[in-house]
């Protein structure tokens, strides 16, 4: 995730190529505290959610997480 910019302006495109299976947490800068959040999940692998889970989070950002963690778990 090193190659997004830590800041972009509006309405410009990025984008990445996941190599590796697993699970990315990404949030919006100034909003992450409030949840705004998206989980990516690569080659439906879960082995490295326990170390997304551990992150430090704000509580409603942990409770989006949990959330986003069943939905990807249920679309297996």
């Excluded at 309405?11 to 959040?37: E, K, S």
């Excluded at 082995?47 to 889970?53: L, T």
């Amino acid at each position: 995730m090193e190659a997004l910019p830590e800041k972009s302006d509006l309405n410009v495109c990025h984008a990445i190529t996941f190599d590796l299976p697993g699970v990315y947490l990404y949030q919006c800068t100034p909003h992450g505290n409030m949840g705004m959040l998206g989980l990516i999940v690569v080659g439906n692998n879960f082995d490295n959610v326990g170390n997304i889970e551990e992150m430090e989070l704000s509580r409603v950002a942990k409770s989006v997480l949990q959330r986003l963690i069943r939905v990807a778990r249920s679309n297996k």
